[in-house]
């Protein structure tokens, strides 16, 4: 049997039994840089996944806790479409993707971790970084730490502004 060492899985899984919202708490804190805060809009803001797919994958989310589409107002669905072309256009300029998976999982059957308030998944994708790793053994290897993605992205995203 062969082990992989990811010491860093250890707080996705505590962080499961914690309960509460972290979509609600990270913003509230005074602390952009430790909890991986981008951008702050009116009425949404884009962070950086904690437990990413690839480099770079960013969550764009409303303050308010709200579980639908739907019930978003037109301003808050406004400004979270105005943030998804934002975090697209840093994503291109700073990490040079080939493409995007982008999209929401709505409810907890669509895979949905946090099924109750809804954000948008940008994950970059290159050419080869599905490889052996996830096809033999259903392991994905993320090849930067969080803090010097959130130090580009956000050094890209003062460029854009």
């Known amino acids: 049997m062969e082990h992989l060492w990811a010491p860093w899985r250890a707080e996705y899984i ?5 309960g509460g919202c972290f979509l609600c708490e990270k913003p509230k804190e005074d602390h952009d840089a430790a909890n991986f805060i981008l951008h702050r809009g009116i009425s949404n803001f ?59 999982n709505l409810g907890k059957v669509s895979g949905a971790g946090l099924d109750d308030h809804i954000h948008t998944h ?21 090849s930067e730490g969080l803090a010097a993605t959130y130090q580009k992205l956000k050094a890209g995203l003062q460029n854009l502004l």
Do not use: C
């Not at 943030?83 to 291109?92: C, D, F, R, W």
């Not at 940008?122 to 993320?142: C, E, L, Y």
């Open 14 to 18: 505590l962080s499961s039994d914690k």
């Open 46 to 104: 884009i962070i950086l996944n904690s437990f990413p797919y690839n480099p770079g994958h960013l969550l764009i989310s409303p303050y308010r806790h709200v579980g639908s589409l739907d019930a978003l107002t037109d301003d808050e669905a406004r400004e979270h479409f105005q943030l998804i072309k934002l975090g697209l256009k840093v994503l291109t300029n700073v990490t040079k993707p080939a493409g995007f998976n982008m999209g929401m």
């Open 122 to 142: 940008m994950v970059p994708r290159w050419q080869g970084d599905t490889n052996f790793m996830a096809v033999t053994s259903d392991t994905k290897v993320v």
